[in-house]
């Protein structure tokens, strides 16, 4: 029997519409939903919009990595591939203090721009602005740190690099499994109260809420700046009053002041010497910048916080971690440099 008009008619639009679906679904797409027209394949240039984008970035693909928010500084230059060191201040599109413009990005001629961090609609229309103007495509990736595994399989996919991501997110998948799983172990009773002193004065801190303590809220600690969701600028009487059980500085010229403070020194933290300063070579482990760097800071933030649950030897840990995300395994004396004042 032949069909008729109608059944032809319906066919082809089924038709149709099943390879408009397809091709939809070719098109892809980054974390906060959106498309990436024009994304080619291979990419082999990347436009870091900023510090989180570019650590990750260059622990999956180094070698596509055009450049550094602001250029590595030599202490930091042994941790990190040589080529990638040498690589020159590109600016930054995102942040606080974004120092690139457009024409300086298109100068580079990037297959690639990559934002990782926030997803909410302020960056969403960012990503589209830059998006649209400059005709590159611009992906906006969870920088959350919960959110490592899935960031490293969607940049695996966009920049062709799958099976490195699949070994770094399982990477990511076992610490942040491990850490919770020792953390739920912890009464909330015996969850310390702790304090993240930002800055040489240690006055700058991040409330709950705020990516700026991501590796704190995953070990449990009570963050005694409270709620928020943001930085803030505190006295030190209200440090004082919050009575921090254990302080974690970013900054060793505030380490090395509070030690002294008397001020600073009734606090418990001071009192029973929990101070402890935050390695940050090549990157902080705490923080500054938010990237997949605090995955080490994890097992460092265990140690210092919780010792009966994370006896590992931190050494040992940040060697393997170090060579597996930076690919460089530092020897004793680059390890002692990284740790000092940090135990």
């Known amino acids: 029997m032949r069909p008729d ?176 799983e020792r953390v739920a172990a912890v009464p909330e009773g015996q969850r310390p109260r702790v304090y993240l002193a930002r800055g040489p004065r ?28 943001s930085l803030a600028q505190v006295s030190p009487e209200d440090v004082v009053a919050w009575a921090p059980e254990v302080i974690v500085a970013l900054d060793p010229a505030f380490a090395a002041a509070a030690r002294q403070d008397p001020l600073w020194q009734a606090t418990p933290a001071l009192r029973t010497n929990r101070l402890h300063l935050s390695p940050t070579l090549p990157f902080g482990w705490v923080d500054a910048p938010p990237s997949v760097n605090r995955l080490v800071g994890l097992w460092w933030l265990g140690k210092i916080l919780y010792p009966a649950q994370f006896p590992e030897d931190i050494r040992t840990i940040a060697r393997d971690l170090y060579g597996r995300l930076y690919h460089v395994t530092p020897d004793d004396t680059a390890l002692d440099r990284v740790l000092a004042g940090a135990l």
Do not use: H
Not at 92 to 119: C, H, M, Q, W, Y
Not at 202 to 229: C, F, H, Y
């Open 5 to 180: 008009r109608r059944s032809l008619l319906l066919g082809s639009a089924a038709i149709a519409a099943a390879c408009a679906t397809a091709r939809a679904a070719e098109v892809p797409r980054d974390d906060a939903g959106r498309a990436l027209d024009g994304l080619r394949s291979p990419v082999a240039r990347v436009f870091p919009a900023g510090p989180p984008a570019a650590i990750l970035l260059y622990t999956l693909a180094p070698d596509l990595l055009l450049g550094w928010p602001r250029s590595i500084r030599p202490a930091e230059r042994p941790y990190l591939l040589p080529q990638a060191a040498d690589l020159p201040e590109v600016g930054r599109l995102t942040g606080r203090g974004n120092t690139a413009n457009l024409e300086s990005v298109l100068a580079l001629k990037p297959d690639l721009i990559l934002d990782v961090g926030s997803t909410a609609e302020t960056y969403r229309s960012l990503a589209d602005r830059v998006q649209g103007q400059t005709g590159i495509p611009y992906a906006l990736l969870d920088g959350r740190l919960a959110a490592a595994p899935a960031a490293y399989r969607t940049l695996g996919r966009l920049v062709g690099r799958e099976a490195a991501a699949e070994s770094l997110a399982a990477l990511s998948e076992r610490t942040l499994t491990t850490v919770r």
């Open 202 to 229: 240690g006055l700058e801190t991040a409330r709950q809420g705020s990516i700026n303590v991501e590796a704190l809220l995953l070990m449990g600690a009570v963050n005694v700046a409270g709620p928020g969701g």
